[in-house]
């Protein structure tokens, strides 16, 4: 598997994860859970979508590379 073929993989799963995160702060706001548990998620979300871009960009990889 070719760099980009990881990359991409791991960007499509990272991808599913910030729709996870997304959905889960919509649900905890209708609920009006703890804006400490929603800013949890937020952080979680911020911190993968940034993650994308890094990957995306190829900042990271070396991350990919076999060993």
Known sequence: MSIEERRNLVV???RRCV???NDS???KTERGDEEEEISRWSAY???TEHAIM???RGD??????EE
């Open 12 to 14: 499509s799963f990272l």
């Open 19 to 21: 729709r996870y995160a």
């Open 25 to 27: 702060i919509e649900r």
């Open 45 to 47: 979300r911020d911190f």
């Open 54 to 56: 890094e990957i995306s």
């Open 60 to 65: 990271l990889d070396s991350w990919f590379e």
